[in-house]
């Protein structure tokens, strides 16, 4: 099956700082990303959708300039966050949908983000 | 607005004992498609299931299938023959389409599923 990777799988940084997550999809192009937060215990919460290429369309709610997303090639989409405070820490999911495809997605591992 | 709302916050059944977790949804859309996902506490999601509302056939892949009822707006998973590897947060989903070629998933909260030796 498509394999999507994520890199950090975790990572604790300090409060003001920024840190930069990395979405693959290692099989397959995918002209479409999706960033998902998720709470403990709770759904997905969808971010933002990336198109490779165009900016990306956030959720209402999402503010764009602290999570920045990026989507330069057909294989990579990051999310930045940035000045990034303890309540942002959670768990960071992304998604690809392979091109030609609009109800296909498949998602990494996920990000453990923790702001001390 | 589309929703999806699992009823069953926690489940728990014996090994090799069928399950099954609820899903009701609300749209008024004729065309969609349904998913059912599997987390477990590794936590990468995987595709357990997809219901295509067009086909009123219901969905199976080997022990897991589908009760799609979409008069009713509901989409069961049933589990047969559990296995400890069962174990994890189902999530029901939604895709709905947001715009042109953009398609986006409605979640349901999850149930957590848990099978007991």
């Known amino acids: 099956g498509a394999v999507v990777s994520q890199h950090p799988s975790r990572v604790i940084c300090k409060s003001g700082t920024s840190v930069k997550i990395e979405c693959r999809s290692l099989d397959f192009q995918a002209t479409t990303m999706f960033w998902y937060r998720q709470f403990p215990k709770k759904s997905l919460m969808l971010m933002a959708t990336?198109?490779?290429?165009?900016?990306?369309?956030?959720e209402q709610g999402v503010e764009k300039d602290k999570f920045l997303i990026n989507h330069a090639s057909l294989t990579l989409s990051t999310l930045t966050v940035t000045s990034a405070h303890p309540e942002d820490s959670s768990f960071y999911i992304c998604?690809?949908?392979?091109?030609?495809?609009?109800?296909?997605?498949?998602f990494g591992p996920g990000t453990r983000l923790t702001v001390t | 607005a589309q929703t999806v709302t699992q009823s069953q916050p926690e489940m728990s059944v014996q090994e090799a004992e069928t399950v099954t977790l609820s899903c009701t949804y609300d749209?008024?859309?004729?065309?969609?498609?349904l998913f059912w996902y599997k987390q477990p506490p590794s936590r990468q999601m995987i595709l357990v299931i997809r219901?295509?509302?067009?086909k009123q056939q219901n969905a199976t892949e080997n022990r897991f299938s589908v009760n799609f009822q979409k008069a009713a707006k509901s989409f069961s998973l049933k589990i047969s023959d559990s296995q400890l590897g069962d174990t994890a947060m189902y999530f029901c989903a939604f895709m709905k389409q947001k715009g042109h070629s953009n398609y986006q998933l409605i979640w349901g909260a999850g149930t957590k599923l848990i099978i007991k030796p």
């Open positions: 749209t008024s859309e004729n065309n969609y498609y």
């Open positions: 219901q295509e509302a067009y």
């Open positions: 990336s198109n490779e290429g165009s900016k990306a369309t956030y």
């Open positions: 998604s690809g949908r392979p091109s030609g495809t609009y109800y296909e997605q498949y």
